[in-house]
């Protein structure tokens, strides 16, 4: 079974920067990809981005791109998440997850693990 930490969330003004970290326990050939989430309070939860694990090959949502860089250190079986920029709307619980396939146009799919989430407030 894949077990996943994130650490990293806080509180920023808008156009600062934030660093999300995901720890990925389990075996390699239970997470294909991980990626990230994200959830307001009353609304579905969205793809942020996403990561093959094999060839770092990546998806990002379209709001996030180009401020947002997702990364992986597979000798520490690590997720990153660099927000830059950021806006209020980016203000969410953030999830990382784990899933079975990936694809380019949506993101890590058949998701087989969440974390507990981290908590991301941008506000002036």
């Known amino acids: 079974q894949v077990h996943l930490v994130e650490s990293g969330g806080g509180s920023v003004q808008p156009g600062g920067s934030l660093r999300l970290s995901c720890v990925v326990s389990g075996s390699t050939s239970d997470f294909y990809a991980v990626g990230w989430f994200r959830q307001v309070p009353g609304k579905e939860r969205e793809a942020v981005s996403c990561i093959r694990w094999s060839d770092g090959r990546t998806y990002y949502e379209d709001s996030v791109t180009g401020r947002f860089t997702i990364s992986r250190d597979s000798a520490e079986n690590t997720v990153y998440l660099q927000m830059n920029s950021l806006e209020t709307e980016d203000t969410a619980s953030y999830y990382c997850?784990?899933?079975?396939?990936?694809?380019?146009?949506?993101?890590?799919?058949?998701?087989?693990?969440w974390g507990q989430g981290t908590l991301v407030t941008v506000s002036s």
């Open positions: 997850v784990s899933g079975e396939k990936f694809s380019p146009n949506y993101g890590c799919l058949v998701l087989n693990a």
